[in-house]
T-cell receptor, first 113, second 113 residues
């Protein structure tokens, strides 16, 4: 079945450091790929998405490129801020009415001033 | 505001009780979901409904019963609550199309004591 693997966490960075969070997936067909963010005490927010190979999703300085050849969707940001501290989830979505989101385990990012 | 709204936000109850969580979406979406987030932040789908019809029913105890009175509402009723049911429950919705996006509610934190 479909699955998503995220790098192990937690990750602690200093402000303005470069961020990479790895995500790889296994799926039948051509899924859509997502990054969701969960700030402390809050719900899930869509950060960015990509629906086909070579698409780049971007939002709030974060980027991720759908790499079909490596089945990856790594999240990057050039300069993190303290306000980026949150849990980040990589997810893949199916197609059609019976689709669902399959999540990775999530990774906690802490950014220190 | 267009959104997915859940009530209550927090729910503390004793073992053995029966409780319900309500979810409503005003996005005009056709499919609604319940996800469970455990203490390690892992998110797993429980159920999905498309136009009031049950589509996905993962391995969930029979004590959990979803009910969809119309396509804008998906409630979750839990009988005979157990300590292990303590978690955050997220409702979500998506539009019927080939590559849908998913919108999440803010979650209900259930604590069974």
């Amino acid at each position: 079945g479909d699955s998503v693997t995220q790098m192990e966490g937690p990750v602690t960075l200093s402000e303005e450091a470069f961020l990479t969070i790895n995500c790889t997936y296994t799926a039948t067909g051509y899924p859509s790929l997502f990054w969701y963010v969960q700030y402390p005490g809050e719900g899930l927010q869509l950060l960015l998405k990509a629906t086909k190979a070579d698409d780049k999703g971007s939002n709030k300085g974060f980027e991720a490129t759908y790499r079909k050849e490596t089945t990856s969707f790594h999240l990057e940001k050039g300069s993190v801020q303290v306000s980026d501290s949150a849990v980040y989830f990589c997810a893949l979505g199916g197609t059609g009415a019976n689709s669902k989101l399959t999540f990775g385990k999530g990774i906690t990012l802490s950014v220190r001033p | 505001d267009t959104a997915v709204s859940q009530t209550p936000k927090y729910l503390v109850t004793q073992m053995g009780n029966d409780k319900s969580i309500k979810c409503e979406q005003n996005l005009g979406h056709d499919t609604m979901y319940w996800y469970k987030q455990d203490s390690k932040k892992f998110l797993k789908i429980m159920f999905s409904y498309n136009n009031k019809e049950l589509i996905i029913n993962e391995t969930v105890p029979n004590r959990f019963s979803p009910k969809s009175p119309d396509k804008a509402h998906l409630n979750l009723h839990i009988n005979s609550l157990e300590l292990g049911d303590s978690a955050v429950y997220f409702c979500a919705s998506s539009q019927d199309r080939d590559r849908p996006s998913y919108t999440f509610g803010s979650g209900t934190r259930l604590t069974v004591v």
